[in-house]
C-alpha cells in the first residue's frame, strides 16, 4: 500500500497526442524511470502495478502538481489502418479502465517452461548492472540516488519492497514486488561489499 502523495499523470504519445490519464506516486516515478516503463497508483487498492499497455516509456516531465509522460506503444498487429493504433491499444477516455478483451490477464501466470536461458542470466547481469552504477554514478539512475543516499537508506528501501511483497496478492502483483526486492536486495549487496557472488555460492552449497 502506498502512503505517499497522489497526483494526475497524463500519458502523450511522442507526437504529443493524449492517450491515457493516470494517478502516479513518487514511487510509481522512480520505478517508471528506473525501469523505462510506466507504472501506475491503482485508485481501488492504492498499489503500483505496471501501465496495461505494452510500450516503452521516453520521457517523464514534471508540471506543477502532475506529471507529463511520453509513451511509445508498442504496433498492434492487427491495426485498423497503416499507423493507426489496433484495437487493445486505442486511446482510453481519462479514467476508463481497459476491457479484459483488450489486454492480457495480469492475474494469469506465465509458465515457467517458457522461460529462456538468457531468462535465467537475468539475476548476474543485473548484478553486474548494479556493481557499475556504483564505479560510475551517472546522474539521473535511481541505482544511483541509492548509492548517495548510503546504506542505512538502502537497508530501508529493502525492508519497505520485502514488506510489499508480503502484503501483494494477486500473481502479476507478487511477480513485480518480487522483481523489486531482488533489484534493492542486489544493491544492498553492492553498498555492503558483499557482492552477488557469494550469495549465489551459499546457494548452491544449498543443492
Not at 499497455?53 to 509513451?71: A, H, M, Q, V
Amino acid at each position: 500500500m502506498v502512503n505517499e502523495p497522489v497526483f494526475p499523470a497524463v500519458i502523450c504519445t511522442r507526437d504529443g497526442k493524449p492517450y491515457d490519464a493516470v494517478l502516479m506516486s513518487d514511487k510509481a516515478v522512480r520505478k517508471s524511470r528506473e525501469h523505462g516503463r510506466i507504472w501506475v497508483l491503482h485508485a481501488a487498492t492504492g498499489r503500483l502495478l505496471p501501465y496495461g499497455r505494452d510500450g516503452r516509456l521516453e520521457r517523464l516531465d514534471k508540471r506543477p502538481g502532475w506529471w507529463l509522460l511520453t509513451f511509445a506503444p508498442e504496433e498492434s498487429a492487427q491495426a485498423d489502418q497503416p499507423g493507426q493504433l489496433g484495437e487493445s491499444q486505442r486511446p482510453q477516455q481519462p479514467g476508463q479502465v481497459p476491457s479484459r478483451e483488450a489486454q492480457p490477464d495480469p492475474d494469469r501466470a506465465e509458465p515457467s517452461g517458457e522461460l529462456s536461458a538468457e531468462a535465467f542470466s537475468v539475476l548476474p547481469r543485473v548484478a553486474a548492472v548494479v556493481a557499475e552504477r556504483k564505479r560510475s554514478l551517472p546522474e539521473g539512475s535511481y541505482t544511483t540516488y541509492l548509492f548517495t543516499q548510503g546504506v542505512d537508506k538502502i537497508r530501508k528501501k529493502t525492508a519497505e519492497e520485502a514488506v510489499e511483497l508480503v502484503l501483494a496478492g494477486a500473481p502479476h502483483e507478487i511477480a513485480a514486488e518480487a522483481a523489486d526486492l531482488l533489484y534493492h536486495l542486489m544493491v544492498l549487496l553492492e553498498a555492503t561489499g558483499v557482492g552477488f557472488a557469494p550469495v549465489l555460492r551459499a546457494l548452491q552449497h544449498r543443492e
